[in-house]
């Protein structure tokens, strides 16, 4: 069983302490337990986002690449429009499959090396603690 299973809200909990009175003390919110609730919100929205990136990424390779491209357009407008910057999604949806494509093609010249990767999380999360 994984820890994150057996104890619900693992990951969050670290990240607060890790990060919450330094987002204070910088001054992006006006308590600790106000970053606190930000990064437990925002943690939970990570999560959905990466299983809905896993659900594409399960799909046929144009599929998958239209989903990911459209929640990175989604994404972009988002944070654009934070700014007061609207851009049509149909512009944002061209440069998110322009830059995915750019992507696909540096890695396939030098594709990462996956199990080093993976192991490096696994010894990252175990010194926290945390196991799968």
């Known amino acids: ?3 994150e ?5 693992v990951s969050p909990l670290l ?15 006006t308590s600790d337990t106000q970053a606190a609730l ?10 959905t986002e990466m299983t809905l990136y896993g659900s594409a990424l399960q ?17 972009f407008a988002g944070i654009l429009q934070a700014y007061g910057i609207s851009v049509p999604f149909n512009v944002l949806q061209t ?5 995915l ?11 990462p090396d996956f199990p080093s ?7 990252g999360l175990s010194g926290h603690g945390i196991s799968y």
């Open 101 to 111: 494509d750019d992507a696909v093609t540096l890695c396939a010249a030098d594709p």
């Open 5 to 9: 299973e057996a104890q619900p809200g």
């Open 95 to 99: 440069l998110t499959k322009a830059a």
């Open 38 to 47: 930000a990064i437990i919100s925002a943690e939970f929205s990570f999560r």
């Open 15 to 29: 990240l607060v302490k890790a990060y919450a009175a330094y987002f204070h003390t910088q001054g992006y919110f």
């Open 117 to 123: 990767i993976i192991n490096g999380v696994k010894t």
């Open 1 to 3: 069983m994984r820890n």
């Open 59 to 75: 799909q046929d390779p144009a599929t998958a690449k239209q989903l990911i491209s459209d929640a990175l357009a989604i994404r």
